[in-house]
């Protein structure tokens, strides 16, 4: 059968009776789609109550490749018989220095690099706070507003996205100064590009560190090269090139989350390449395995730890965590499905401008490759939050699985290897969500 196909409107019965369930022996703090899934495969998701929907998440710019993506199963069925786990940390196996070879190869600057595993984002960034003040004699950090970097206390302290995930949190890791981001949509100067001469940036060196933060006391700057739980904003060109020259001019490390971003999803390998910059670590996790649970940090190797036993993990470089990886990454660079991405999401990005023209509720369309959003706004700009919950709802009853980001944003994450059909389907869906509540 043909995705999108709903026979049921969800949550069926058989949903409502695992979200039950789920209700009564989860945490409340998770949790945003009513959609329970029993299978899928490519860009198509089956629910527990028989109705195919379109996937335009990849389980959160995770399952870059597709759900289920045979060269991945392949190489974790093959590893599954092999061992699954022998404490990378400790012990020594070949597809672990495989994975490491293969992102020091991948990503950006030709520097000999150096990889530490983990198992999660916020793990990844955690490690990067580490390797940073490992490093360096100054001991804080520089981070943006509206970031998200994750919710360990360390990441937590790097992360200002929502008030709900700092409330009742406090005190995390102390030390960060956060400055604006280049949100040019509600630019926080309330100038314009490209007159304002990149502001943003400039201001962080001549107002925050010649008179808050002196970079001595800094170890690194973290950024994410397009802000993604934040609400999908891309910096105007030229701004991560002048982040780069100050993070070099004052000799602060410069650290790119590509949780998000990086694994093809920006239609280059990872983000920073469209900017030319070349980051001291690099964050990844999310896509990295697929949907088998690994992150890593690759660094400069002249920032490595050198001593034993000053971070550690167990699970980190995980056999089949790295056998998901090895594939994935091997499968993304053969078949050039970054490059993929950049042509989709230019056809992607072509129609939602044209439903911009339909629909007075769209704001902003922006994004790069297959990471594309819309920003919904009512009268004078006010962000519609209410609106854009119920394009999210509609789409869902229709058959297209979406996800909210920023304030009032819708993103658009399909795996890299959508089929045209089932991309254009997706967006027609889209179009009569935006339709039902405009
Ligand atoms: C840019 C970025 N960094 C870090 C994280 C945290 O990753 P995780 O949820 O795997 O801890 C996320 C998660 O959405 C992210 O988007």
Not at 208 to 226: D, M, R, S, T
Not at 276 to 300: R, W
Not at 320 to 349: D, P, Q
């Amino acid at each position: 059968m043909k995705a999108p196909h709903i026979k049921i409107t969800p949550p069926g019965p058989k949903a409502r009776e695992i979200i039950q369930r789920d209700d009564r022996f989860l945490a409340t703090s998770t949790k945003t789609s009513p959609l329970v899934v029993r299978k899928a495969k490519g860009a198509v998701v089956e629910d527990v109550d028989g109705n195919l929907y379109i996937d335009f998440t990849s389980g959160v710019s995770v399952t870059n490749l597709g759900h289920v993506n045979e060269d991945v199963l392949e190489a974790v069925e093959a590893q599954l018989k092999d061992f699954w786990h022998f404490a990378g940390t400790d012990f020594y196996y070949d597809i672990q220095v495989e994975a490491a070879e293969l992102l020091a190869r991948l990503t950006p600057g030709d520097h000999a690099k150096k990889v530490f595993f983990t198992n999660s984002g916020t793990e990844s960034i955690e490690a990067a706070i580490k390797l940073a003040r490992w490093n360096k004699e100054g001991k804080q950090f520089l981070a943006f507003l509206n970031a998200f970097h994750g919710r360990t206390m360390g990441a937590l302290a790097l992360t200002a996205s929502k008030k709900v995930q700092r409330e009742r949190f406090a005190p995390w890791m102390p030390g960060v100064t956060h400055v604006p981001y280049a949100y040019c949509y509600r630019c926080p100067y309330q100038l314009t590009y490209p007159e304002c001469s990149l502001w943003c940036a400039t201001t962080i060196e001549k107002n925050y560190l010649n008179g808050l933060v002196p970079p001595k006391e800094l170890a690194a700057l973290f950024f994410e090269p397009i802000q993604g739980e934040g609400g999908y904003i891309l910096p105007p060109p030229g701004w991560t090139k002048e982040i780069e020259r100050i993070a070099r001019e004052n000799d602060i490390l410069l650290v790119a989350d590509e949780v998000q971003t990086g694994i093809g999803r920006t239609g280059a390998m990872f983000a920073v390449e469209h900017s030319g910059v070349v980051p001291d670590v690099i964050a990844l996790a999310k896509g990295l395995g697929s949907g088998l649970p690994i992150g890593a940090i690759v660094f400069d190797a002249r920032l490595d730890f050198g001593v034993k036993g000053a971070h550690s993990n167990t699970f980190g470089g995980n056999a089949l965590g790295c056998a998901a990886a090895v594939a994935t990454l091997k499968t993304i660079e053969r078949e050039g499905l970054h490059k993929r991405a950049a042509v989709l999401g230019e056809a992607m990005h072509k129609r939602l401008e044209e439903m911009r023209g339909k629909f007075p509720i769209i704001g902003d369309n922006r994004g790069i490759g297959l990471m594309q959003a819309t920003e919904l706004v009512g009268e004078g700009m006010e962000p519609a939050v209410k609106q854009r919950n119920r394009v999210v709802e509609e789409a869902l009853k229709k058959g297209l699985i979406l996800l909210p980001c920023g304030q009032s944003s819708v993103r658009y994450i399909p795996p890299l290897t959508i089929e045209d059909e089932l991309l254009t389907a997706g967006l027609g869906v889209l179009e009569e969500s935006f339709k039902a509540v405009s």
